[in-house]
T-cell receptor, first 116, second 112 residues
């Protein structure tokens, strides 16, 4: 999983606080995807972004969750007013410029979010 | 819902070939089949992908049936480090989005 960098690796928040998760894609990749994984489950798609654009946010909860991928800097997944149910592993993946169906996504090692 | 179905779990003896099947009977003509694995709680690791021809790389081989409704991932000489959950994914979504829809995968245990 070298290349896609996520930080922090572990994040602990109390209910009601904000969580910010960062993802730096592989060099040369301008497509970023966020997925969430609950314990003992598969990954669930959340959002797909290109630089400065949200392409598909069909998996994002309607409230409290937002994502961005600015022209400069990492992609950010932001969760406001966290609740216990937000506890999960959040994975970021990236694919190359013009990534299509022949361009596999490469994943980071995730951020483990724990809500107290 | 995932467009693939896989057995929940499999065991394989160390040194033997591990053959992991996947059904994707509703696959569209332009959709690729991707295989990933997840070891412990790490991020999914890309293994191999293909459209209709069989593929081989340093990690594994991918056999896709002629009708493309199923495929098999082959790890030729399984080691203990291959113990992981293996996911078969068909690229999904409307045009312009390439999100993955993960199923529950196959939990492969390689036995010494």
């Amino acid at each position: 999983n070298a290349g896609v960098m996520q930080n922090p690796r572990h994040l602990v928040r109390r209910r009601g606080q904000e969580a910010r998760l960062r993802c730096s894609p592989m060099k040369g990749h301008s497509h970023v995807y966020w997925y969430r994984q609950l314990p003992e489950e598969g990954l669930k798609f959340m959002v797909y972004l290109q630089k400065e654009n949200i392409i598909d946010e069909s998996g994002m909860p309607k409230e409290r969750f937002s994502a961005e991928f600015p022209k400069e800097g990492p992609s950010i997944l932001r969760i406001q007013q966290v609740v216990r149910g937000d506890s999960a592993a959040y994975f970021c993946a990236s694919s190359p410029i013009g990534g299509g169906q022949n361009q596999p996504q490469h994943f980071g090692d995730g951020t483990r979010l724990s809500i107290l | 819902d995932a467009k693939t179905t896989q057995p929940t779990s499999m065991d394989c003896a160390e040194g033997r070939a591990a053959n992991l099947p996947c059904n994707h009977s509703t696959i569209s003509g332009n959709e690729y089949v991707y295989w990933y694995r997840q070891i412990h709680s790490q991020g999914p690791q890309y293994i191999i992908h293909g459209l209709k021809n069989n593929e081989t790389n340093e990690m594994a081989s991918l056999i896709i049936t002629e009708d493309r409704k199923s495929s098999t991932l082959i790890l030729p000489h399984a080691t203990l480090r291959d113990t992981a959950v293996y996911y078969c994914i068909v690229s999904a979504g409307t045009s312009g989005t390439y999100k993955y829809i993960f199923g529950t995968g196959t939990r492969l245990k390689v036995l010494a």
